[in-house]
C-alpha cells in the first residue's frame, strides 16, 4: 500500500465486475476504504472479499432514488464520511438504432446509465460537504465523443452523462465546495461488457474493435482504474469537469 488515497471513504458502483471492481482493488491498494455496491449480489461479495477487510458489499441499483439513500447512509455509518463516488455501474450497447430502438431498451439503457449518474451525483453532495470536499467520476465512453451507428442509446446515454459531470463540477466550484467532478472516457475495455458484446457478434467483431484502437489492443480494466486512483487523489485537485481520454488513441 503507498497510501495515495490513504483514508478516503469511497463508494464505488458496478463494482462486481470489470472497471469497478478493479478501481476498487487498486483503491484499497491506495489506502482507501471502499464500499462496493451493485445489483449482482454473488459477485459484489466476490469483489469485496478481495478487498482484504478495507471493503464490503451492498446490494444497489442506481436507478432507485430509494437504494441511494441506503448506499451512502450506509458508507458514511461504517467509514464515517464520505469522500470519493466512483459512478461505474452501466448497462452496454444493444445493437440499437434509430430506426429499430424500442422503449425498453431505450429506458433500460438511461436508467442504469444517465438517471444513475444522476441520482449518484446528487446524493453524494451532502456527505462530501460534510467531509470538506471530495471527487466524483463518472464513466463516460469513447462513445460520447464519437458517434456509433448501432449504439443509439448508448451514446445518448453517455454523451449525457459528459455534460452532466461539467455542470456538476462547475456548480460545485461555484459554491466553493471543494467537490471535483469528472469524467472518464475509455476506449473498448476487455470486460464482461464488452465480452457478452462479442459474444452475441462472433469473433470478427473483437478484431474490428481491437482495430479501432491505434494502440493494437483493447484497453483492459487496469488502464482506467489507475485513471480512477488519480481522479479520487488529491494529486488532480485541479482537474475538475474535465473528459479523460482512456482510448489506446481511438479519437486521435
Ligand atoms: N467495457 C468497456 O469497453 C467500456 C467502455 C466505455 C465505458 N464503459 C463504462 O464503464 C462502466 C463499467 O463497465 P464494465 O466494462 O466494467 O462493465 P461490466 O458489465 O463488467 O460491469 C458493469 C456492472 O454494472 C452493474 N450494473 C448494471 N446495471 C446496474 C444498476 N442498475 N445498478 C447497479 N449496478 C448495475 C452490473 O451488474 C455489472 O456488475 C459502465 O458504465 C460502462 O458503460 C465501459
Known amino acids: 500500500m503507498t497510501g495515495r488515497l490513504r483514508h478516503k471513504a469511497a463508494l464505488v458502483t458496478g463494482g462486481a465486475s470489470g472497471l469497478g471492481r ?3 482493488i487498486r483503491m484499497v491498494e491506495q489506502g482507501a476504504l471502499v464500499c462496493v455496491t451493485d445489483i449482482d449480489g454473488e459477485r459484489g461479495e466476490q469483489t469485496a472479499a478481495m478487498l482484504g477487510g478495507r471493503g464490503f458489499f451492498l446490494r444497489h441499483d442506481v ?29 452496454g450497447l444493444a445493437n440499437d438504432n434509430i430506426a429499430d430502438c424500442d422503449d425498453a431498451v431505450w429506458d433500460g439503457i438511461m436508467d442504469a446509465n444517465l438517471h444513475g449518474a444522476f441520482l449518484g451525483c446528487r446524493a453524494a453532495i451532502a456527505p462530501m460537504r460534510g ?7 463518472n464513466l463516460a465512453s469513447v462513445l460520447a ?3 456509433a451507428s448501432d449504439a443509439l442509446a448508448y451514446c445518448a446515454s453517455k454523451g449525457a452523462v459528459r455534460l452532466l459531470t461539467k455542470s456538476v463540477a462547475l456548480h460545485c466550484a461555484r459554491e466553493g465546495t471543494n467537490i471535483r467532478c469528472n469524467a472518464i472516457c475509455p476506449g473498448y475495455m476487455d470486460t464482461n461488457m ?34 480512477v486512483v488519480y481522479l479520487a487523489s488529491d494529486e488532480s485537485t485541479f482537474v475538475t469537469g474535465a473528459e479523460m481520454v482512456v482510448d489506446g488513441g481511438y479519437t486521435a
Open 63 to 91: 436507478s432507485s432514488e430509494a437504494d441511494w439513500d441506503r448506499a451512502v447512509r450506509t458508507a458514511v455509518d461504517r467509514f464515517g464520511k464520505l469522500q470519493v463516488l466512483v459512478n461505474c455501474a452501466g448497462v
Open 22 to 24: 478493479q478501481s476498487a
Open 131 to 137: 467531509a470538506g470536499g471530495g471527487s466524483i467520476v
Open 145 to 147: 465523443l464519437r458517434g
Open 194 to 227: 464488452v465480452r457478452a458484446f462479442i459474444d452475441g457478434t462472433g469473433e470478427e467483431e473483437r478484431r474490428r474493435l481491437t482495430a479501432l484502437h491505434p494502440l493494437g489492443r483493447m484497453g483492459d480494466a487496469d488502464d482506467v482504474a489507475h485513471m
